[in-house]
């Protein structure tokens, strides 16, 4: 017997995450994640039911923007903005090994 005789049944992989996940998943507050998204920081997508769906790279910026906050003792703006400029220098060192391969 094939249990997966009609595809069109089974639910479809999605790449965002509910709202309650979210939380669970990052382990912070709900007004520190409110904070972030009032400040552009985090940019979840939202359903025509006003449903906030986050993507799993947000989980793991928001959980690196926790670790630094606490280990450095800084506020959020400040944690955002050093995880932003990290992020930058990482695309930057990218880009760099990839032209460097073309020479």
Sequence with gaps: MDLLQDKKDLPSCSRFIVWSEFIELTGTTPERVFELIEIGWLEPVRTAENILLFQQRDVYKLRKLE?????????????????????????????????????
């Design 67 to 103: 670790r630094i906050c606490m280990d450095f003792e800084i506020d959020t703006l400040s944690g955002s903005i050093i995880i932003d400029l990290l992020e930058r220098v990482d695309s930057l060192e990218k880009r760099v090994r990839m032209l460097s391969s073309l020479y």
